[in-house]
């Protein structure tokens, strides 16, 4: 079975600077998908990120980007210029490519706090 | 284009009862999955349901149940509740593609509450 471990429990930034969200996972499988989803406080769910394992090249979304090292199963989210509104909980979470399954894996989660 | 319904967003209930909840997936959305959501378990998967057959299952009690009507549209079901179910119950939908990562789009979540 696959694991997510998020190690951060909680984290903050000063606005305008970059801060790193930390995920690691086990998996023995090949092919796979990674994400990073945000839960604000109004605890809708939102995708920030996702990346293709077989994809080398790190996913990049506005501000939001990721340092995938497939080798290491490290899967970290950098947020650069952090807004207020980034404050939230933010999960990476792990998905089988196959497997006719969508089924996700999640981490425990990193509770985000953006200080003006 | 909706987004993913849930209902209702809250409700108490108390021993022994049984709830039923509601998710619309998106129009289109033939997948819908569901996940509790408590602070010392975090996120953990319940069910998924493509076509209105079950077709992947998490380690959860019979007494949580589901199914999925002709129109996508879902139903998750607890009885007999204890105070461990007491949790945040999201609903997810996905398009259903040979291709592409299919990503989840979540519910606000239906918050359950048992005393």
């Known amino acids: 079975a696959q694991t997510v471990t998020q190690s951060q429990p909680e984290m903050s930034v000063q606005e305008a600077e970059t801060v790193t969200l930390s995920c690691t996972y086990d998996?023995?499988?090949?092919?796979?998908?990674l994400f990073w989803y945000k839960q604000p406080p109004s605890r809708q769910m939102i995708l920030v990120i996702r990346?293709?394992?077989?994809?080398?090249q790190n996913a990049t979304e506005n501000r939001f980007s990721v340092n995938f090292q497939k080798a290491a199963k490290s899967f970290s989210l950098k947020i650069s210029d952090s807004q207020l509104g980034d404050a939230a909980m933010y999960f990476c979470?792990?998905?089988?490519?196959?497997?006719?399954?969508?089924?996700?894996?999640f981490g425990k989660g990193t509770k985000l706090s953006v200080i003006p | 284009k909706a987004g993913v319904t849930q209902t209702p967003r809250y409700l108490i209930k108390t021993r022994g009862q049984q709830v039923t909840l509601s998710c619309s997936p998106i129009?289109?959305?033939?997948?819908v999955s569901w996940y509790q959501q408590t602070p010392g378990q975090g996120l953990q998967f319940l069910f998924e349901?493509?076509?209105?057959?079950?077709?992947n299952k998490g380690n959860f009690p019979g007494r949580f149940s589901g199914r999925q009507f002709s129109n996508s549209r879902s139903e998750m079901n607890v009885s007999t509740l204890e105070l461990g179910d007491s949790a945040l119950y999201l609903c997810?939908?996905?398009?259903?593609?040979?291709?592409?990562?299919?990503?989840?789009?979540f519910g606000a979540g239906s918050r359950l509450t048992v005393l």
């Open positions: 997810a939908s996905s398009l259903s593609s040979s291709s592409g990562a299919n990503v989840l789009t």
């Open positions: 998996t023995s499988e090949s092919d796979y998908y």
């Open positions: 129009s289109g959305h033939r997948s």
């Open positions: 979470a792990y998905r089988s490519r196959g497997a006719g399954s969508y089924q996700l894996t």
């Open positions: 990346q293709e394992a077989y994809k080398q």
């Open positions: 349901y493509f076509s209105e057959t079950q077709r």
